[in-house]
């Protein structure tokens, strides 16, 4: 096994430089002895968690690491984090390598959520819990999962959309269709967009399924469509990085902030560009508030506490409880009162190219 310690794939084992007052102090969840509270642990008593991330290909994953490492250094928790670059096979070993390391807990971010089952099978046999994190593990059946309603997601971008221009043609720009979360996403937009369809006044004009999520994908979808004479009124894009392809591809026809576009995970980029007009809206999924629920769960599930949520999930195989987290639709209207109040973005930051509302 070659790279596991190499530039990326380091092992955190102390705190982040972040506001761990805040984050002690932000009411994140009622579970079994949870509700309650925990002391901040001795020393002595520090868990090993063992952390996979899918890869740094998205801007929210360093925040996800960040806050989970930092929440759970103040829980009395070290953490060793691995990042699978998109890649199964990777991601197989270093599961199987901080199994070798003795963790208490694994926390998975799986980077394609059909080629798991058998780390997850593994980890149990040694009696290790796994909690999924942000994308369930099919026909794994995972102790716990943690994650946003992906449907909710779709229907908030499909919603705006139609609040917005009523009627006409939509492209969706989906993610990946092996990610359990991109098809819930896409059901929700559908779910929403169907009786409009039916109606006649609502056309689709591309629905994409991409096989990475990259940005020259994006474009090249966008720039080969409009190319061919085609212009969306909408484009309901899975993630903000695919919005930021798909606005390029417009700019280049002077089309950016004429055809809406609607976006997920609230990136920088994408809250400037939705203060600068040429994106619409995008979907908030606070991860401070997923990152630092996942810790404190993941310290529970380390100590062997009964953890009890209210919901759950099939994964093909199994029911998994299932810790949901609902997201927000993020407008230029909305920029304050949800990203900046959240302290996701400063306000300076996300208004850096254009004058803020009320001329502060």
């Known amino acids: 096994m070659t790279g596991l310690h190499g530039n990326k794939r380091t092992i955190w084992m102390a705190a982040i430089g972040l506001g761990l007052a805040a984050l002690a102090g932000t009411a994140w969840l009622v579970l079994g002895a949870a509700a309650r509270g925990h002391a901040r642990p001795e ?4 868990l090993l968690i063992g952390f996979s991330i899918d ?9 996800d690491r960040d806050v989970f490492v930092a929440t759970a250094s103040y829980l009395g928790a070290d953490v060793i984090v691995q990042v699978g670059d998109e890649s199964p096979e990777l991601q197989h070993q270093q599961i199987a390598y901080l199994l070798d390391q003795g963790v208490d807990v694994l926390v998975i971010i799986p980077c394609d959520a059909n080629e798991l089952a058998l780390s997850v099978a593994e ?8 909690l999924a994190y942000d994308r369930p593990i099919m026909n794994a059946g995972a102790d716990l999962y943690i994650g946003f309603n992906a449907e909710r997601a779709g229907e908030l971008q499909a919603l705006a959309a139609l609040a917005r221009i009523g009627s006409g043609d939509v492209a969706l720009y989906n993610g990946r269709r092996i990610d359990p979360d991109a098809r819930a996403m896409h059901d929700g937009a559908m779910r929403v967009l169907e009786p409009r369809i039916a109606s006649g006044d609502i056309r689709i004009v591309a629905d994409y399924w991409p096989e990475e999520l990259r940005n020259e994908e994006a474009y090249s979808m966008m720039d080969g469509f409009l190319g061919s004479g085609g212009a969306p009124d909408a484009v309901l894009a ?3 990085m695919a919005a930021e392809a798909v606005i390029r591809a417009l700019a ?3 089309l950016a902030g004429i055809v809406l576009v609607a976006g997920a995970d609230a990136d920088l980029a994408a ?6 007009g040429t994106q619409y809206m ?7 508030r997923i990152a630092g629920t996942a810790a404190e769960l993941a310290v529970y599930l380390a100590r062997g506490e009964r953890v009890t949520v209210h919901n759950a999930i099939w994964d093909g195989s199994f029911r998994v409880p299932f810790y949901e987290i609902e997201p927000t639709g993020v407008f230029a209207d909305n920029l304050r009162e949800t990203v900046v109040k959240d302290g996701f973005h400063l306000e300076e930051d996300v208004y850096r190219n254009v004058l803020a509302p009320g001329g502060q």
């Open 238 to 240: 899975a993630g903000d």
């Open 252 to 254: 280049v026809r002077r």
């Open 271 to 276: 809250c400037q560009r939705i203060a600068e």
């Open 123 to 130: 980890a149990r046999r040694r009696g290790v819990p796994v």
């Open 55 to 63: 890869s740094f290909v998205e801007e929210r994953r360093a925040r």
């Open 43 to 46: 020393p002595t008593d520090r």
């Open 282 to 288: 995008t979907v908030y999924k606070p991860i401070d």
